[in-house]
């Protein structure tokens, strides 16, 4: 199968194989054609699929091919993609560039964190195609300087994760503002009775597509533990680094506060590092991310915020440097590296703290991770657990309060429960039933 074949544009192709892809990936074999189409679809696919270019690729194609009124007096916007975090708005905006940069179209990207008046200056510029957090969009729309009124294609990317951020009201008031007759798509890793309201509300008759199996770690990333003291994680973590010769890791803490003092601590080793999390300005978290990216960064270390937005070609490294305590976040982790068939590693660093953790993540993802002590850092047996300190200061910077947060070595099934309600499939999956997400921390803005 090839992107041809999927009844897509030469001008279309021509930008995809530019960035290499030759194949289509399952959800994008599956999402393009029935997006195409023009109904409605409901798509149960994590990060890490090609999901992107799935709902991407299509609209492109379909606001291409039917040219708006010359005489408007602006290009109206007629695609409108909503996204959780900033990180993921700008990625999906510049893939909507790279994909479409031989057709006439053009597209904005709108996120809190930074000035409004740029982004004033954009859309009245006139945008086809607008990427945007829900807080910041509802920003403009109270002061009139965005008109969603010709939309014709709606986006809710990775639904489940704005529903966890608490955008559910902000959604709402967007979905109100748009034209009753237009194409909806939604995307999500998660099927909890929230999403399933959310889709029953908003989709009709809708094609149904899963890809991937719901709370599976992907099978190309190695995964393994390595048992450690509380206190000698930061000094194995930097023996892996250069033992290894680690050139790009992405490393997961618990808390800011705990990513700002590896940082240093890394520093202080002349490992290059930076942190990306909620007390970051997007600025700076724009430029530790680039700096990544390009490869001169040799750290990124990051709080669960950034888990769903980064998005980097072929992460060979991700470390747990503190185990997540929630266990879903441990699979959207680890789901940085290993992408698009590429292959990738995931260490976790656990202390005696963390056994529980280790246990619920185990149970979630159905199997054993294996535990390999690195010589040196041989954990004291006799060592007791402590309580985990789940947060550092006040607020993750999520637009509700927060969840109350399960005790370190408590189990989390008693979550939900909710019979799953993801879409039934036209495609290859197996998901297994029966787990609803539990909700995650709210780290990331909308605004
Ligand atoms: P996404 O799930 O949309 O975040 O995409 C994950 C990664 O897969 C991105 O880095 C894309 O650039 C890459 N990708 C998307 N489609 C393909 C494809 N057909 N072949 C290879 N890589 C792809």
């Not at 290499?20 to 999402?31: F, K, M, S």
């Not at 010709?150 to 986006?155: F, H, K, N, S, T």
Request: aromatic letters at 4%; hydrophobic letters at 40%.
């Amino acid at each position: 199968m090839s992107f041809t074949q999927l009844g897509l544009s030469d001008d279309i192709v021509r930008a995809v194989s530019e960035q290499g892809y030759t194949i289509p990936t399952p959800i994008q074999t599956q999402a393009i054609p029935a997006v195409l189409a023009g109904g409605d679809l409901l798509a149960g696919a994590q990060t890490g699929t090609g999901k992107t270019a799935g709902f991407t690729l299509p609209i492109l194609q379909r606001l291409a091919a039917k040219s708006i009124n010359p005489a408007a007096a602006r290009r109206p916007i007629r695609a409108l993609i909503l996204t959780p975090t900033r990180e993921l708005a700008a990625q999906v905006e510049e893939s909507v560039r790279v994909y479409g940069k031989y057709l006439k179209l053009n597209s904005a990207v709108i996120f809190g964190g930074v000035g409004i008046n740029p982004q004033i200056t954009l859309l009245k510029r006139g945008v086809d195609i607008l990427v945007a957090t829900p807080g910041r969009l509802l920003d403009h729309m109270q002061q009139g300087t965005v008109d969603l009124s010709q939309i014709e294609i709606l986006v809710l990317d990775e639904a489940d994760r704005m529903l966890d951020m608490g955008f559910i009201r902000d959604i709402k008031k967007v979905l109100a503002a748009l034209p009753k007759q237009r194409q909806n798509l939604l995307f999500s890793a998660t099927f909890s009775d929230e999403i399933k309201a959310l889709a029953d509300g908003l989709l009709n008759a809708p094609a149904m597509i899963e890809v991937a199996r719901r709370n599976s770690t992907v099978e190309v990333i190695a995964q393994k533990v390595h048992p450690v003291d509380r206190n000698r994680k930061h000094p194995l973590l930097s023996h892996l680094i250069k033992t290894q010769q680690w050139s790009q890791v992405l490393v997961f803490t618990r808390t800011k506060h705990g990513a700002n003092k590896l940082v240093e601590q890394l520093g202080k080793e002349s490992i290059s590092a930076l942190a990306i999390h909620g007390n970051k300005s997007q600025a700076a978290r724009t430029r530790a991310l680039s700096e990544f990216k390009d490869g001169s960064l040799q750290v990124l270390v990051a709080t669960d915020i950034a888990a769903r937005g980064i998005d980097i070609d072929q992460l060979p490294h991700v470390v747990n440097y503190d185990l997540p305590n929630v266990p879903e976040d441990y699979v959207h982790r680890i789901g940085r590296t290993g992408r698009a068939g590429a292959t990738g590693e995931a260490v976790s660093l656990v202390c005696v703290d963390e056994h529980g953790l280790l246990k619920d993540i185990e149970k979630l993802i159905k199997r054993t991770l294996p535990q390999e002590v690195v010589a040196g850092f041989e954990p004291d047996p006799n060592a007791t657990p402590q309580p985990i300190q789940l947060r550092s200061g006040n607020g993750g910077g999520g637009r509700r309060p927060q969840q109350q947060k399960a005790p370190a070595n408590s189990s989390r099934n008693g979550h939900g429960g909710a019979k799953p309600a993801g879409p039934s499939k036209t495609g290859a999956s197996n998901r297994p039933g029966g787990k609803t997400a539990p909700p995650h921390r709210s780290g990331g803005r909308g605004r």
